[in-house]
């Protein structure tokens, strides 16, 4: 299986902060890494797919870059909404697999 | 408009076997550019994917939990129904379906959860 490491596991920002979180996987899974926004009690959001597409409704604040084995997701300008965990998740081979997850919080 | 809702107990005991139904509605499971995943995330804990099924019936599962998972589909109902057996207090958690959307470019086809049911939450307790 394929292994992925988020980092930092836990962030603390202000409003308007630029933020960014990388993923990094065990093995090579060139762009195949999106990127999801969980809220407290929430099922995830889907925020970037194949490394750098923005979904559709998503704000550009939000971008991702990468490939490989290292990914970022960045918050250009940090919203209060986007106070969240960030999860990635690698779909280049079965098993999917998601990294631990990145806990946002207010500073 | 999209929508997967998740649907079962919201207890079981150990040893217990456990089934699990996502109904979606605003696509069909025979979309060949859709499928379903079942993932999990257990209470404070990370997302973990245990399964999927595709439109052609191909299904997948987590390397971990193989042994007690079965996947399958409905097309008719819109259902897709996962079973995990022996169930142990370590699998409580919230169970979401997520619907697998595939994309293709000029040069590779990308696939991602782009939609998911609110999640149930099951407890395994005697």
């Known amino acids: 299986d394929i292994q992925m490491t988020q980092s930092p596991s836990s962030l603390s920002a202000s409003v308007g902060d630029r933020v960014t979180i990388t993923c990094r996987t065990s093995q090579s899974s060139s762009n195949y890494l999106n990127w999801y926004q969980q809220k407290p009690g929430k099922a995830p959001k889907l925020l970037i797919y194949a490394a750098s597409s923005l979904q559709s409704g998503v704000p550009s604040r939000f971008s991702g870059s990468g490939s490989g084995t290292d990914f970022t997701l960045t918050i250009s300008s940090l919203q209060p909404e986007d106070f969240a965990t960030y999860y990635c998740?690698?779909?280049?081979?079965?098993?999917?697999?998601f990294g631990q997850g990145t806990k946002l919080e207010i500073k | 408009q999209v929508t997967l809702k998740e649907s079962g107990p919201v207890l079981v005991k150990p040893t217990e076997t456990l089934t699990l139904t996502c109904t979606v509605s605003g696509f069909s499971l025979s979309n060949t550019r859709m499928g379903v995943s079942w993932i999990r995330q257990p209470p404070g804990k990370a997302l973990e994917w245990l399964a999927h099924i595709l439109s052609n019936d191909e299904k997948s599962y987590s390397t971990s939990l193989k042994s007690r998972l079965t996947i399958s589909k409905d097309t008719s109902k819109s259902q897709v129904v996962l079973t995990m057996t022996n169930m142990d207090p370590a699998d409580t958690a919230t169970y979401y379906c997520a619907r697998i959307l595939s994309y293709c470019s000029s040069s590779s086809c990308y696939y991602y959860f782009d939609y998911w049911g609110q999640g149930t939450l099951v407890t395994v307790s005697s």
């Open positions: 998740q690698q779909s280049y081979r079965t098993p999917d697999t």
